[in-house]
Antibody, heavy 119, light 111 residues
């Protein structure tokens, strides 16, 4: 069974940093692209970042480019999101999602971890 | 403002069919057959329902179907059931800098 479990969320002050993790199991992690998608409270989904299976290709939404860094450790079956210079508008539930079909869709999602940016 | 446009809400009675539209541009929905649909119940993670416009993942009911015409994709749910009440989001690959875009979401109410 595919499982994605996020962790690392919490309350952080504006300008602060946070590192999210996603532990994957139930599939060959090193064979899949991985993604972060977020959802602000009461709002819709927003794609944040993607990383290819071997980390060769990395993409970011304009809203986080230069502030967030996606990475993965295939030996540990883990995905990460380093978030720096956090802003109030980064407040959201952050979901880890597996990429499928050569980047065409996200077939499995974790339960999410809440990041709150507030003073 | 979301990149893809969806109606804020739709409703239907049990047993009826409903259709949710998702309108984009030639850079996303109209340019690629990479439209997907996600169901999200309150407080839960999104679940993939349709991918590549009209394909259903294993385990998803055949009451769910997808289609596309020009820059507009659609999700149709037939034989509505109470458990279908949820938020539905469309998504598409885009050639613009965003790479992947979502619609604003549609709240389905089963009357």
């Amino acid at each position: 069974e595919v499982q994605l479990v996020e962790s690392g969320g919490g309350l952080v002050k504006p300008g602060g940093s946070l590192r999210l993790s996603c532990a994957a199991s139930g599939f060959t992690f090193s064979s899949y692209s991985m993604n972060w998608v977020r959802q602000a409270p009461g709002k819709g989904l927003e794609w944040v970042s993607s990383i290819s299976s071997s980390s060769s290709y990395i993409y970011y939404a304009d809203s986080v480019k230069g502030r967030f860094t996606i990475s993965r450790d295939n030996a540990k079956n883990s995905l990460y999101l380093q978030m720096n210079s956090l802003r109030a508008e980064d407040t959201a539930v952050y979901y880890c999602a597996r990429g499928a079909g050569g980047y065409t869709h996200f077939d499995y999602w974790g339960q999410g971890t809440l990041v709150t940016v507030s003073s | 403002q979301s990149a893809l446009t969806q109606p804020a809400s739709v409703s239907g009675s049990p047993g009826q069919s409903i259709t949710i539209s998702c309108t984009g541009t030639s850079s996303d929905v109209g340019g690629y057959n990479y439209v997907s649909w996600y169901q999200q119940h309150p407080g839960k993670a999104p679940k993939l329902m349709i991918y590549d416009v009209s394909n259903r993942p294993s385990g998803v009911s055949n009451r769910f179907s997808g289609s596309k015409s020009g820059n507009t994709a659609s999700l149709t749910i037939s034989g509505l059931q109470a458990e279908d009440e949820a938020d539905y989001y469309c998504s598409s690959y885009t050639s613009s800098r965003l790479n992947w875009v979502f619609g604003g979401g549609t709240k389905l109410t089963v009357l």
